[in-house]
Each structure stands twice: as structure tokens, then as C-alpha cells.
């Protein structure tokens, strides 16, 4: 069992940056693959980014490469997702999840098994 909690949502302008986190609590953390998602108003959620349980391989949404960074630190059961130059359109609630599959196949929800609660990033123009 695994309990998710992001952090470290907010407003931004246009071109911003922010720094989301998300803590686990379980013993098997770094067995897991770890990906964020993202869902907007009227949308479905979206994939934004995975990284292996090593944190050696990384995927993203060609939306946000090379402007969001996932990276994990394994000792302190946390991953994160640095976001730049944010866009209005990455408005979204963003959500953090743990699952078994290996990372280049983990871009649908359903290939995760644990889910945090979501954190509210607004962009504004």
C-alpha cells in the first residue's frame, strides 16, 4: 500500500516556474514507477510524465518536453516535477501516482495502481 501526497501548487503568470512534490508513505516506494498526470475542467486526465523506479529513465508528453523535469529521490520517498515557462493551457489539477508497469509503457492511468489527492497549478496569461 502506498499513500500519495502532492504539494506545491499554485498561481503563476505566464512563463513562471514551479516546483510540484510528492510524498509517499510505504516501504516499497522505490519499487515503483511514478508518473504525473494532469486533468483540466471538461477534460480527461492527461499523461505529463514518468520515471523509472531507478529514476535512470525518464518519459514525457510532447506538451511539456523541455520545459517540465521528473526526477525522484528514492531515500526520501518523494518525486517531483519541476515545471518552466508554464503556459495558460497547463492550467490544470495535477496528480501524482505509483504503479507496477515499467516506465515506457506507464502513460495511461490505468498502469497505476495508487493516486494522490491533486494539486492546483494556475497559469495565468
Known amino acids: 500500500q502506498v499513500q500519495l501526497v502532492e504539494s506545491g501548487g499554485g498561481l503563476v503568470q505566464a512563463g513562471g516556474s514551479l516546483r510540484l512534490s510528492c510524498a509517499a508513505s510505504?516501504?516499497?516506494?522505490?519499487?515503483?514507477?511514478m508518473g504525473w498526470f494532469r486533468q483540466a475542467p471538461g477534460k480527461e486526465r492527461e499523461f505529463v510524465s514518468t520515471i523509472s523506479w531507478r529514476g535512470f529513465n525518464t518519459y514525457y508528453a510532447d506538451s511539456v518536453k523541455g520545459r517540465f523535469t521528473i526526477s525522484r529521490d528514492n531515500a526520501k520517498s518523494t518525486v517531483y516535477l519541476q515545471m518552466n515557462s508554464l503556459q495558460p493551457e497547463d492550467t490544470a489539477v495535477y496528480y501524482c501516482?505509483?504503479?507496477?508497469?515499467?516506465?515506457?509503457?506507464?502513460?495511461?492511468?490505468?498502469?497505476?495502481?495508487?493516486w494522490g489527492q491533486g494539486t492546483q497549478v494556475t497559469v495565468s496569461s
Open positions: 501516482a505509483a504503479g507496477g508497469a515499467p516506465y515506457y509503457s506507464a502513460t495511461l492511468p490505468r498502469r497505476y495502481d495508487y
Open positions: 510505504g516501504r516499497t516506494f522505490s519499487s515503483y514507477t
